[in-house]
């Protein structure tokens, strides 16, 4: 009701407004600033036409002057007011005229023709809102027909409680408890027809076949689903089968690659001429030429060593020039921790803590020699052992320092630094096997014992061990049993 009340007040307001717009016209026309010439009187007469014209043959201005009457200005006619009342009379469609065309002076012919076009837009002006005012009646009559077909849906209780929808007070039919209850009525209503809209198909099928026909379709869906999970679990079995006989391809590529490769090894034993058994101190390193980037790396790091016996077979292919070095042990902050090394035309040195020691050894023959070296910290004692015997010993080497643990042991070239920089002037050119490390010094009878292979032992700290050992840079690792194969060499 409130809206409908909302409506019918703009639909009065824009009345009025047009009514008010039609007043303020009028002494626009008739301002004094368009005045004819002559003076009071004739804008006198000038008024009255004006409103002869706006009021028509029943106006408050009196009657149009007829044709070949005297003007109005000779009898001037009491001031009366311009806007005595509203402007409620149809307008004519064409302002009267007093005298001929001819008969007018200019300036009121001018004041003639705008006294025409206003009354024309006037006219215009009342007629559109004449229009609306229909058009919103007939929105008011819509709306108030919808409003009661929705009423005639609502339950008997809320049909007759509170006062009808004619009032246009605010009472208890405009509450907006009512106003909620009356929306979800006719949201209730809708949803109400759409259900029936909805079942109305199902029902009309069902009447017409006499036999329950959605039974067969639920039944060949269900039979589709059946076939479709079977073909699903068809395909997930293929692909399991197809994911186990790759691996197993696979596995049996590996076992015959093993298979493969123990036949090459086996052929490379035959040729060689090797037994059987080949224990896993039987190979060597070898580096073929000076660099610094061939070399063998031990895995296994050192505890600290208060006395240490390293014992290996060498064979030089230096061609009679420095040995260069044969192993190097670094630990952080010193790189010259143990070293074996031979350089220029100077002998071979044991370095031992940057302390040096000259070794009374000999390997430019290019052939295998046994080379051991045993040291102590108490008073630095050395002693240098070539094909198991004695060749020099000394005191003072490094006295009272332990070997330092955790530090890298590389064979076959000199560290500058922990575990590179190697110079490859200082490279050691040729074959080293058995390479053994102890924590206490041999007997000489031991050192005798593994220089003619009769009492062969491993190192107790580094055993020579395929596992334990890595070649890089191109240096080889080749099986070789020393004691064997330094005869045919």
Same mark, same amino acid.
């Given at each position: 009701?409130?809206?409908?009340?909302?409506?019918?007040?703009?639909?009065?307001?824009?009345?009025?407004?047009?009514?008010?717009?039609?007043?303020? #016209?009028?002494? /626009?026309?008739?301002?004094? =600033?368009? $005045?004819? &010439?002559? +003076? !009071?009187?004739?804008?006198? %007469? @000038?008024?009255?036409?004006?409103?002869?014209?706006?009021?028509?043959?029943?106006?408050?201005?009196?009657?149009?002057?007829?044709?070949?009457?005297?003007?109005?200005?000779?009898?001037?006619?009491?001031?009366?007011?311009?806007? #005595?009342?509203? /402007?409620?009379?149809?307008? =004519?469609? $064409?302002? &009267?005229? +007093? !005298?001929?065309?001819?008969? %007018? @002076?200019?300036?009121?012919?001018?004041?003639?023709?705008?006294?025409?076009?206003?009354?024309?837009?006037?006219?215009?002006?009342?007629?559109?809102?004449?229009?609306?005012?229909?058009?919103?009646?007939?929105?008011?009559?819509?709306?108030?027909?919808?409003?009661?077909?929705?009423?005639?849906?609502? &339950?008997? +209780?809320?049909?007759?409680?509170?006062?009808?929808?004619?009032?246009?007070?605010?009472?208890?039919?405009?509450?907006?408890?009512?106003?909620?209850?009356?929306?979800?009525?006719?949201?209730?209503?809708?949803?109400?027809?759409?259900?029936?809209?909805?079942?109305?198909?199902?029902?009309?099928?069902?009447?017409?076949?006499?036999?329950?026909? &959605?039974?067969?379709?639920?039944?060949?869906?269900?039979?589709?689903?059946?076939?479709?999970?079977?073909?699903?679990?068809?395909?997930?079995?293929?692909?399991?089968?197809?994911?186990?006989?790759?691996?197993?391809?696979?596995?049996?590529?590996?076992?015959?690659?093993?298979?493969?490769?123990?036949?090459?090894?086996?052929?490379?034993?035959?040729?060689?001429?090797?037994?059987?058994?080949?224990?896993?101190?039987?190979?060597?390193?070898?580096?073929?030429?000076?660099?610094?980037?061939?070399?063998?790396?031990?895995?296994?790091?050192?505890?600290?060593?208060?006395?240490?016996?390293?014992?290996?077979?060498?064979?030089?292919?230096?061609?009679?020039?420095?040995?260069?070095?044969?192993?190097?042990?670094?630990?952080?902050?010193?790189?010259?921790?143990?070293?074996?090394?031979?350089?220029?035309?100077?002998?071979?040195?044991?370095?031992?803590?940057?302390?040096?020691?000259?070794?009374?050894?000999?390997?430019?023959?290019?052939?295998?020699?046994?080379?051991?070296?045993?040291?102590?910290?108490?008073?630095?004692?050395?002693?240098?052992?070539?094909?198991?015997?004695?060749?020099?010993?000394?005191?003072?080497?490094?006295?009272?320092?332990?070997?330092?643990?955790?530090?890298?042991?590389?064979?076959?070239?000199?560290?500058?630094?922990?575990?590179?920089?190697?110079?490859?002037?200082?490279?050691?050119?040729?074959?080293?096997?058995?390479?053994?490390?102890?924590?206490?010094?041999?007997?000489?009878?031991?050192?005798?014992?593994?220089?003619?292979?009769?009492?062969?032992?491993?190192?107790?700290?580094?055993?020579?061990?395929?596992?334990?050992?890595?070649?890089?840079?191109?240096?080889?690792?080749?099986?070789?049993?020393?004691?064997?194969?330094?005869?045919?060499?």
């Amino acid at each position: 009701m409130k809206f409908l009340a909302v409506l019918l007040a703009a639909g009065m307001l824009a009345f009025l407004g047009a009514v008010i717009c039609i007043i303020a #016209s009028v002494p /626009l026309a008739a301002s004094p =600033a368009r $005045a004819l &010439p002559g +003076g !009071a009187d004739n804008a006198s %007469a @000038a008024a009255s036409r004006s409103l002869s014209a706006l009021h028509g043959a029943g106006g408050s201005a009196g009657p149009p002057a007829l044709p070949g009457a005297p003007a109005a200005s000779a009898h001037p006619l009491p001031p009366v007011p311009l806007f #005595s009342r509203f /402007l409620c009379t149809p307008l =004519a469609a $064409a302002c &009267p005229s +007093g !005298a001929e065309p001819g008969d %007018a @002076a200019p300036g009121e012919r001018e004041e003639l023709l705008l006294l025409q076009s206003t009354a024309e837009q006037l006219r215009q002006t009342a007629l559109q809102q004449e229009a609306r005012i229909r058009a919103d009646q007939d929105t008011i009559r819509e709306l108030t027909g919808k409003l009661g077909r929705c009423e005639s849906g609502l &339950p008997r +209780g809320l049909q007759e409680a509170g006062p009808r929808r004619d009032t246009m007070a605010d009472g208890p039919w405009d509450s907006p408890a009512l106003i909620l209850e009356l929306e979800d009525a006719v949201r209730a209503l809708r949803d109400r027809i759409d259900r029936i809209e909805q079942e109305l198909p199902a029902r009309v099928n069902f009447s017409a076949a006499p036999a329950p026909a &959605p039974v067969v379709p639920t039944a060949l869906h269900s039979k589709m689903d059946e076939l479709e999970g079977q073909l699903l679990a068809k395909v997930l079995a293929l692909e399991k089968e197809r994911v186990a006989l790759g691996h197993s391809n696979q596995q049996q590529r590996q076992e015959v690659e093993k298979e493969l490769d123990a036949l090459q090894d086996r052929v490379a034993e035959l040729e060689h001429g090797s037994s059987a058994y080949s224990p896993p101190d039987a190979f060597k390193i070898s580096i073929p030429i000076r660099n610094n980037y061939m070399y063998a790396r031990v895995r296994k790091a050192l505890p600290e060593l208060y006395a240490f016996t390293v014992c290996m077979w060498l064979r030089s292919r230096s061609g009679g020039t420095s040995q260069g070095t044969p192993f190097s042990y670094s630990v952080p902050g010193q790189a010259n921790e143990i070293v074996l090394l031979e350089a220029g035309h100077d002998p071979m040195e044991l370095l031992i803590n940057d302390k040096v020691a000259q070794l009374p050894l000999s390997l430019k023959d290019n052939g295998w020699h046994h080379i051991c070296i045993a040291w102590t910290t108490r008073d630095g004692l050395w002693s240098a052992y070539q094909d198991g015997e004695l060749r020099g010993s000394g005191e003072n080497l490094a006295a009272w320092h332990p070997i330092k643990p955790h530090g890298i042991l590389i064979l076959g070239q000199e560290q500058d630094t922990l575990g590179g920089r190697f110079d490859a002037t200082q490279a050691f050119v040729g074959d080293i096997a058995q390479f053994n490390l102890w924590d206490h010094a041999l007997t000489p009878a031991q050192v005798l014992g593994i220089a003619n292979c009769t009492g062969p032992l491993l190192g107790n700290i580094l055993p020579w061990e395929d596992k334990l050992v890595e070649a890089f840079g191109g240096a080889t690792k080749t099986a070789f049993d020393v004691c064997k194969g330094r005869a045919k060499a």
